[in-house]
């Protein structure tokens, strides 16, 4: 079991279970977030303290990963690979999906090279790419728009019931709650063919909801992120008739 603060090394697998989550910060800053159901090993990571050289090699052989890097010294690396594909940046944020046979990458800000065979992709922010292994590359399509959301709708405020229009060429929607800005401390994460969710049982607070469009190829669009509050339960009301007894008061039982 991982804890804040734990160190991993070289070689360290991680891996996680429904609605579990967990965030690394690398020596340059740079952060992997990985996603519920996926499966990370850590195959290189080492660090020149003395010319900032950065060298980041991560596996993802199943699962999901969301990645922001910081920009990159000379000669640095950071790149993941997958069954299917090699990603590497220089200084951007994507998200990354893989299985055995098929990886799909999202970038939503800056470049990233997508490899595969003697083939490399460049895919420019806003786009994704889907590798099939031993398979051509395709070309880099525009990922979905994020959705249009409402405010929260419903009348119980310690609800949270949220509808948005239908994205055009939106298969469905993945959706995440967080108890943070970040998305470290995951709550729900989950999908849906809906344009509306409701979630009940949250406890008084802040959170952070973000909602992704869907396409075809099971690309992943642009986020569309709301803060909600959600407020106390009021107290349930004491009905209840207080008699004060006193003498000549008959209680009747029937």
Partial sequence: TLKTGTRLYSGDRVVTADEQSLRMQFAD???????????????????????????????????????????????????????????????????????????????????????AGDTEKIVPDGYGIVAEKDKPLPEPVKLLPPPVLGENQSQDKTMLKIAWPKLEDAKYYRYQLASDENYNQLIVYRSTEDTIIEINDLKPGRYYLLIRGVDQYQLEGLDAVSVFEIQQAPAEKDNSWVVPLSVGVLILIL
Avoid at 69 to 97: C, F, M, N, Q
Wanted: aromatic residues 2%; hydrophobic residues 35%; without cysteine.
């Fill in 29 to 115: 800053k740079s952060e992997l977030q990985v996603l519920p159901n996926s499966v990370v090993v850590l195959d290189k990571l080492s660090h020149h303290e003395h010319t900032g050289m950065v060298d980041t090699r991560i596996r993802l052989n199943s699962g999901s990963v969301n990645t922001r890097v910081e920009k990159l010294k000379p000669d640095s690396r950071y790149e993941i690979k997958t069954p299917a594909a090699v990603t590497a940046v220089r200084g951007t944020a994507y998200r990354l999906s893989s299985t055995s046979q098929i990886s799909r990458t999202m970038v939503t800000e800056g470049n990233v090279g997508v490899a």
